[in-house]
């Protein structure tokens, strides 16, 4: 019986985070054995934010050789760039006829880029969310590993896809979400109420690719409160359940058993634990290799070409079908 399918990405505007890292790539790597998996890296979706073009350049294919150093295996993933693959933007025109403004207009997402951007208030900007359904609906995708952030984009295309089932018959398959029960969303460390995006700024989040002593730096400064108790109360102290669930999600242990581990220590000891975790089980090791995958671009560029052939393979039956129930000519 051949196995069911996930799609999943991440937009290559920036150095990626610890957030990506264990709200997605982290899940992504831990699912590859039981599913057929698309990880892809969208392009297209980053430019509905002014992007620099040698800056978005050089993120894509960093982007694939830190999928592969994550542990993503070329081999048995479909690991591509987006724009490789012209039936993401062929579908999502079709989508776009089936998707209303009221409910393209209410997502959280567009509001905060709306006003974090005021002027560049694009169409590509207020229509992401009917290219990411385009993105998951094009492979028949049952699952969807995402961070807490992108719970509403898959809600949305959960109600484009059964709004056009019902029209047109059983023609996508209707994608559940998955994610994380710790890491779904990892917090600023200057700001633990906000979560953590690569769009504000390398200096207020952890990059991937932060030498270990930037990474220590940055949790040494990272906000706390004023008591001295460590327990995870995320309403009450947002800074250090924060910290714990790092930790937490770095050594593969509970919050619970975080919490044993810092009973009766102080503030400074826990934000130095926190950083020597994440860097060793994640920068480093992933630095390691990554270092090495960026040496050989034309490697890269072959992967990236082979693997947008498959998803083509898989998606280009599925967009005919969409077309033949819309009535199109074929
Ligand atoms: N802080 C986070 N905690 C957990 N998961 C997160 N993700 C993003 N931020 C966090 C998850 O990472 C995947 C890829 O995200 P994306 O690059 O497509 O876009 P995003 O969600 O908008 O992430 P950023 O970092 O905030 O990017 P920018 O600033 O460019 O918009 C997704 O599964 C996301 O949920």
Redesign the pocket.
Known sequence: MSKNIIF????P??VP?I??Y???IKNWADLQDDYNCLYCI?DL??IT?RQDPAELHKNSLNALALYIAAGLDPDKNILYIQSHYKGHTELSWLLSCFSYMGELGRMT?YKD?SANNPDNINLGLFAYPTLQAADILLFGSHLVP?????KQHLELTRDIATRFNNIYGDIFTIPEVFTPKT?????RLSDPEK??????GEANYVAILDPADVVMKKFKRAVTDSDTEIRHDPENKPGVSSLLEIYAVATGTSIKSAEADFDGKQYGFLKTTVAQAVIDNVTNPIQEKYNDLIKNPDYLHQVAKKNAEKAAEIGEPILTNVKKAIGLLL
């Open positions: 999943s990405g991440m937009q505007s920036g985070h957030g990506n264990f709200g997605a969208v979706h980053a934010i997402q880029k995402i961070g807490d952030d992108q890491g779904a969303r990892i917090k979560k953590m995006s690569k769009s504000d």
